[in-house]
């Protein structure tokens, strides 16, 4: 009887529906479906005089397989405090990194206070926190994370941690839109003669298949490693340490040398908007008028999907289903595609390129026997000699977090180091 | 949350979901005619549908009629298609983790299809256990009563079983050309005792479905562990009917047709051959049938795979474009057979019109790639968007996010459709030419900074998958706040995401 009933609507309701529907739409089609073959004609012959060529232009798309629809495909931006991508927007920049940091392994809920007092051949839990600036989710975020003898720029990388068999340890982490997640890695400091401090760099990179800006992916924490227990420096003090630096292009370089007393402001909260870029199909005149033709079309519906029910039979119920797909009877619309992002760094962008970083009152900055900059031949290095002193007036427990940075031609940034220096009384 | 993406096909419950042999309707009732007898159904629908009414209305009349009986179908047929097709499996999005063994290619109806290993099976340990399995199976493979399938075969063996190196994998001495000479070797023996039957392209033999049952078997055995001593079933859900996931007996459980039978000593010695038969809902003859794998094979490379297909509309717009022909069909012949003409002047200019109209309307319609699931050639408010589309190659290990679903057709698989995310995890590719037929050593030896199928187990799945389910939720707020060291790690700058955010209402 039902099976009847369906034979008996399609015959007397569907097919003479679709019948009049298709009367209507051929009516159309003959007015506005020729006029626009007629233009899509005319823009033809208009793109054949344009080009002037009979040749036809070659397709790209040929080529390749296509990539799937837009709107199926998910773009994330693994990101982390980039020292390089920040500087070449011209803001301070410090490599105390707030994206890493350490503790002990025996005591893993301790965080250091900083990366500059760590003790030699201690075994350590580094943390890198990954954030992600895309509002899509980022899926299997490769994390290495590599250490190099400290230095502005040296070329020479170590992974932190290796398996039993030497290979490199690394991370695949999750990161949420907008969000950050922490990854871990094992690093035993390497060991310091009696008396000794060994300097080195962590570098954290990131990387994904679909990064959407692959430039905010690696970022740099200096460590200091001490033999004993971690070192202070005094009121009045000076520091003389040693910074190599390496112009690792075939050009010579000029370098010169900046000091700065930035340090990244915790406290500030940064408004971020969603934006949205609506993409809209490209129709010429004549799609344009073609679509002044009624066709069937599926309905435009987003009903929200209904979720499982747990321990019943989960099959959805026909009266569920019945509601979602509708046709209907209409003129066609442009297809659109919808990226989106969060938008709002700017203002924080110029509050810090407007404010004054400089050194503490009474804290002098040189490079002894550099002068006001230095050359090096292409592929040369040179161990910079970087001269700091503690300001006399200096309050036992002040921290200083001063940074040097090396600027090439143009002032671009070729590296840097950030001295955490802790007061304690003599 | 709705994204962007337009969604054509629908899959409905147990009871309404049907193959095209169980179509109904209209169509349906022609359909089944067709199944009883081919020479009745054409009798019928020459005679009762277009001849009679020709008869008792005249043939200027009688042909309102039959275009109205031939739209009612081809409306009926877009209906089944896009609605009745497909059956869901659970009333909610699901999310898989596997590699890709095929760049996502184009379908007849439009829909961008793609293949998934999934994860953590790997390309040796599929071959090794298929090889070990059907090596275990010798004696049945090479006994004629095994090959008691009228359908397929009379009762003798078509092919003796050549056997096959177990250990060429991890053979120092084998070259990757002897590997792949083995896998040619045993694929070709597969494509052998498939069966043909000319009146239904997808069936296949008995014996063929066994084994793959068998093998599968042994894959999704709790004994299968990964090096951390864990199952690697853990998405053994999407390859075959889990009474953990679909409650046995229910209208669900019985909508899919059998796929194993726990009586059978599947890896025990001549044991892959289960006597299970039942009845299956969406097919017509022949029945009762074996036991019907859920998964799909890959014949060549020998992988089971689950496969995931982005929605097209090809065939709705094609059924559209031939009702609005058989219109223009039905009209133009109506009006001419009224004028003092000869007989074949009506039918031929009808069938000319007819098809200069489907012609401009298919030109409307985008021609040859309509309804393809295919980019759109859209201009952006903000054009400065990053560079080049993200391409999908062969090897990619990705996370597919749709509904999952039993396809009626095509001998009944589970699929994952439609896709609505597509996340790229890590790039597997090694070549342009990708294999993924390697040893053991030869994975050991590409490192672990490569993100694959065998390091994926079931927590990253359970993350992974969850960290999906989240994002393809709720979206955030149109306003947030961020610290500035988070302001900072981000570059102070975003850029703009994927395509897939919900439409702006305006």
């Not at chain 1, 994904?208 to 009045?236: F, K, R, S, W, Y």
């Not at chain 2, 009808?350 to 200069?356: K, R, V």
């Not at chain 2, 560079?387 to 396809?407: K, N, S, T, Y």
């Not at chain 2, 994952?416 to 342009?432: D, E, F, T, W």
Request: glycine content about 8%.
């Amino acid at each position: 009887m039902a099976q009847l009933a369906k034979i008996l609507r399609s015959l007397l309701v569907r097919g003479p529906v679709t019948v009049l529907l298709a009367l209507v739409q051929l009516l159309f089609l003959l007015l506005f479906g020729l006029l626009a073959f007629i233009v899509s004609l005319l823009e033809c012959l208009r793109d054949f005089l344009r080009r002037r060529n009979l040749k036809e232009e070659e397709d790209e798309d040929e080529k390749c397989d296509k990539p799937l629809p837009e709107a199926v495909n998910r773009r994330p931006d693994p990101c982390i405090y980039s020292q390089e991508y920040l500087a070449s927007q011209g803001v301070p920049v410090t490599w105390n990194n707030p994206d890493i940091w350490m503790a002990k392994a025996s005591s893993p809920n301790v965080i250091e206070p900083d990366s500059y007092h760590l003790e030699a051949n201690t075994d350590y839990i580094v943390s890198v926190r990954c954030h992600n600036a895309s509002t899509d989710l980022a899926v299997g975020v490769r994390v290495r994370l590599l250490y190099r003898p400290w230095s502005f720029n040296s070329p020479d990388l170590l992974p932190v941690s290796v398996t039993a068999d030497g290979q490199e340890v690394v991370r695949f982490v999750n990161i949420p839109g907008m969000g950050a997640t922490v990854a871990q890695f094992p690093w035993r400091t390497p060991t310091a003669a009696p008396g000794q401090t060994r300097h080195f760099c962590l570098q954290a990179h990131l990387s994904h298949p679909m990064d959407i800006n692959l430039e905010n992916n690696m970022g740099q924490e200096n460590t200091n490693v001490h033999a004993a227990n971690p070192g202070h420096v005094a009121p009045g003090e000076i520091v003389d340490v040693d910074v190599p630096l390496f112009n690792n292009s075939r050009r010579p370089n000029r370098f010169v040398f900046r000091a700065d007393a930035y340090a990244v402001d915790t406290a500030a909260q940064v408004q971020l908007e969603l934006r949205l870029n609506t993409g809209t199909e490209r129709w010429p005149l004549s799609k344009r008028i073609g679509s002044l033709v009624p066709r069937f079309r599926f309905a435009e519906e987003h009903l929200p999907e209904s979720k499982r029910e747990s321990g019943d039979d989960v099959h959805p119920r026909s009266s569920v289903r019945r509601d979602r797909l509708r046709f209907t009877f209409g003129f066609p619309k442009r297809r659109t595609v919808v990226r989106a992002r969060y938008a709002g760094h700017r203002s924080y962008m110029k509050e810090l390129r407007g404010k004054d970083f400089g050194l503490p009152t009474g804290m002098p900055f040189d490079t002894p026997g550099i002068g006001d900059a230095l050359d090096l031949p292409g592929g040369g290095n040179h161990a910079v000699p970087v001269r700091l002193q503690v300001p006399a007036a200096a309050q036992d427990g002040t921290e200083y977090s001063i940074n040097v940075r090396a600027e090439g031609k143009g002032g671009r940034l070729a590296g840097g180091v950030t001295f955490l220096l802790r007061v304690r009384e003599p | 949350m709705p994204r962007g993406l337009p969604r054509f096909a629908y899959c409905t419950g147990p009871g309404d979901a049907r193959s095209h042999k169980t179509i109904g309707g209209l169509l349906g009732a022609v359909m089944s005619l067709w199944f009883t007898s081919k020479v009745l159904a054409i009798f019928v629908v020459g005679v009762l549908g277009l001849l009679i009414p020709m008869l008792l209305l005249g043939p200027c009349f009688g042909i309102i009629p039959a275009t109205i009986a031939i739209v009612s179908m081809l409306q009926d047929f877009k209906e089944w298609y896009y609605r009745d097709r497909l059956l869901c499996i659970e009333d909610r999005d699901n999310c898989v983790l596997g590699s890709v063994l095929h760049k996502p290619e184009a379908s007849l109806d439009g829909d961008r299809k793609m293949d998934l290993l999934l994860a953590p099976f790997t390309e040796p340990e599929c071959f090794e256990t298929l090889c070990r399995h059907l090596n275990a199976n010798q004696g049945l493979l090479n006994t004629d009563a095994t090959f008691n399938d009228p359908q397929f075969f009379g009762g003798t063996v078509p092919v003796a079983y050549p056997g096959c190196d177990e250990d060429i994998l991890t053979d120092p001495n084998k070259k990757p050309a002897d590997r792949r000479a083995e896998r040619t070797k045993l694929a070709d023996y597969l494509k052998a005792i498939k069966g043909s039957d000319p009146n239904d392209g997808d069936a296949t033999s008995k014996v063929y479905n066994a084994m793959q049952i068998g093998w599968m078997d042994r894959l999704l055995d709790p004994g299968n562990t990964n090096s951390a001593g864990q199952p690697k079933n853990f998405q053994g859900r999407y390859f075959r009917k889990d009474p953990a996931f679909i409650t046995p007996g229910s209208t669900l459980w019985n909508a899919i047709p059998p796929d194993f039978d726990p009586g059978t000593p599947w890896q025990g010695t001549d044991g892959s051959l289960s006597p299970l038969t039942a009845n299956n809902p969406y097919e017509v003859e022949h029945q009762p049938r074996p036991l019907n794998a859920m998964f799909r094979f890959d014949q060549d490379r020998l992988l089971p795979y689950l496969h995931c297909e982005v929605d097209g509309n090809y065939l709705q717009l094609l059924m559209d474009e031939l009702s609005l022909s058989v219109t223009t069909f039905g009209i133009a012949y109506g009006f001419l057979c009224l004028l003092p003409l000869p007989p074949w002047v009506a039918p031929l200019v009808a069938a000319i019109l007819a098809l200069l109209i489907f012609l401009l309307q298919r030109w409307l319609d985008g021609g040859s790639d309509r309804g393809d699931a295919d980019p759109v050639d859209v201009e952006f408010d903000d054009p400065e968007n990053f560079g080049e589309d993200g391409q999908q190659l062969d090897g990619d290990l990705v996370a597919i996010f749709g509904p999952w679903i039993m396809d009626t057709e095509h001998a009944q698989y589970f699929e994952i459709h439609p896709v609505k995310a597509y996340y790229i995890l890590g790039r597997n590719a090694r070549s342009g030419d990708i294999d993924l037929f390697d040893s053991a050593a030869d994975q050991r030896k590409s490192g672990t900074e490569r993100l694959h199928n065998a390091l994926v187990d079931a927590a990253m799945v359970s993350a992974v998958c969850e960290a999906v389910n989240e994002a393809e939720g709720e979206d955030p707020g149109p306003v947030i706040l961020r610290d500035a060291p988070t302001a900072l790690s981000h570059g102070l700058k975003t850029r703009w995401g994927g395509g897939g955010w919900p439409a702006p209402v305006k």
